[in-house]
């Protein structure tokens, strides 16, 4: 079975900083997705970059990039030029390549960025 | 545009009563996910469908139970709330984009008392 751990549950940034939140996953299998979403205070779960396993270049997405290393299971979040908008709950996920196309999620890190 | 809806956004009930949470889409999305929240922010998948007729039970057991008569609607039921039924109910669609992805509605937070 596929899991995900992410072992900060806090982190803080000061506004115009960039932080990395880690995540770790153990599976065994070769072709798989992995994601970051994130969940502001009270707000919808939205998807913030996403990774093929298959591909060694790593995702990036405006201020915010990937660092997957795939031989060590780890797949972390830079966020560069922290924005008081970013302060939210951040969830690393893994989806199996297969047709059930179900996330399992990590135990998420909340993020507080600060004036 | 095409965006996930679900209804009630907060539901405040009592213990035994029987209760219904939509959720509907306009994604054109067939695979579609229930996602129970706990007060720790730990998300389970608790039911999923492939499509029409389609149900599966998800990765946590749940008492609630679900449905899909239509591609564009997934309702969760439970029976007979209960306290421990207390958790914010996430809805969530799978397809588009590379690779494919899963998006999420605004959830339903559900406290039984």
């Known amino acids: 079975a596929q899991t995900v751990t992410q072992s900060q549950p806090e982190m803080s940034v000061q506004e115009a900083e960039t932080v990395t939140l880690s995540c770790t996953y153990d599976?065994?299998?070769?072709?798989?997705?992995l994601f970051w979403y994130k969940q502001p205070p009270s707000r919808q779960m939205i998807l913030v970059i996403r990774?093929?396993?298959?591909?060694?270049q790593n995702a990036t997405e405006n201020r915010f990039s990937v660092n997957f290393q795939k031989a060590a299971k780890s797949f972390s979040l830079k966020i560069s030029d922290s924005q008081l908008g970013d302060t939210a709950m951040y969830f690393c996920?893994?989806?199996?390549?297969?047709?059930?196309?179900?996330?399992?999620f990590g135990t998420g890190t909340r993020l507080q960025v600060f004036p | 545009e095409a965006d996930i809806y679900q209804t009630p956004r907060y539901l405040v009930i009592g213990t035994g009563k029987k209760i219904t949470l939509e959720c509907s889409q306009t994604?054109?999305?067939?695979?579609m996910y229930w996602y129970q929240q706990d007060p720790g922010m730990e998300l389970h998948l608790i039911h999923y469908?492939?499509?029409?007729?389609?149900?599966e039970k998800g990765d946590l057991s749940s008492e609630s139970t679900v449905s899909r008569i239509r591609t564009e609607h997934f309702p969760l039921t439970l029976e007979s709330a209960r306290p421990s039924h207390t958790s914010q109910y996430l809805c969530?669609?799978?397809?588009?984009?590379?690779?494919?992805?899963?998006?999420f509605g605004p959830g339903t937070r559900l406290t039984v008392l």
């Open positions: 996920a893994f989806m199996k390549q297969d047709n059930t196309d179900k996330l399992i």
């Open positions: 599976t065994s299998e070769n072709n798989y997705y």
């Open positions: 990774q093929e396993a298959y591909k060694q």
């Open positions: 994604m054109g999305h067939d695979k």
């Open positions: 469908s492939y499509g029409v007729n389609s149900t």
């Open positions: 969530a669609t799978h397809g588009g984009g590379s690779p494919d992805t899963q998006y």
